[in-house]
């Protein structure tokens, strides 16, 4: 089954604690991508790849970091997690090049930073 | 400043009835998603279009290019339609840009 999973699904931490949230999807995409949403704000993106060893900034990368060594994982790091941190995140993925495609997102990952 | 605008942002319905949630978008775009958030979380591609309408079972996605605008209906609408639904384009670039979504609820 085609899937993007993404753990854990929940976790509750303290700040300065380093975490990460592991995404890994199943249909060979180039182009992964991590987003926070937040009430009254939508989904906004943190990082995104469009293939291995390569990353970029999207709209609110401070505080986060990732890595793309494999095409099927793309970790989201948050060295030192603050409570304004405290959200759901979601990772998604698609084919990469080319025509425009849909996104298949993960289930989401909610976190709260205490 | 939001590049994709959505409205109702919240909308009650009863049971059968006709739904239409509004997209409007201000940048050029290469393709406009319909999306559907469960209140598990969990985020389904509903459509991709680019032009004109697409129907699946009692959804359907209308686009105006030129009009830059793009409305969702749900046909005899049900309760378990309740969820929010977001509007995303993809600009020419690729990146997508999301609405902030329109929570509904469908009463029995």
């Known amino acids: 089954e085609a899937q993007v999973t993404q753990n854990p699904r929940y976790l509750i931490t303290v700040t300065g604690k380093k975490l990460t949230v592991t995404c890994s999807q199943n249909?060979?995409?180039?182009?992964m991508s991590w987003y926070r949403q937040d009430p009254g704000l939508g989904l906004r993106q943190i990082y995104y790849s469009m293939n291995v060893e390569v990353t970029d900034k999207g709209d609110v990368p401070e505080g986060y970091k990732v890595s793309r060594k494999e095409k099927r994982n793309f970790p989201l790091i948050l060295e030192s997690p603050s409570p304004n941190q405290t959200s759901l995140y979601f990772c998604?993925?698609?084919?990469?090049?080319?025509?425009?495609?849909?996104?298949?997102f993960g289930d989401g990952t909610r976190l709260s930073i205490l | 400043k939001n590049e994709v605008e959505q409205s109702p942002q919240n909308l009650t319905a009863q049971e059968g009835e006709f739904i239409t949630i509004n997209c409007s978008y201000s940048v050029g775009i290469s393709a406009l998603h319909w999306l559907q958030q469960h209140p598990g979380g969990g985020i389904v591609s509903l459509f991709m279009l680019s032009s004109g309408k697409k129907k699946h079972g009692r959804l359907i996605a209308t686009i105006n290019i030129q009009e830059k605008h793009s409305s969702l209906h749900i046909t005899a609408s049900h309760p378990r339609d309740s969820a929010v639904y977001i509007c995303?384009?993809?600009?020419?670039?690729?990146?997508?840009?999301f609405g902030t979504g329109t929570s509904l609820t469908v009463i029995p």
């Open positions: 998604a993925s698609r084919p990469g090049q080319g025509r425009v495609m849909t996104q298949h």
């Open positions: 249909m060979n995409h180039e182009y």
């Open positions: 995303a384009v993809t600009n020419t670039g690729n990146q997508f840009y």
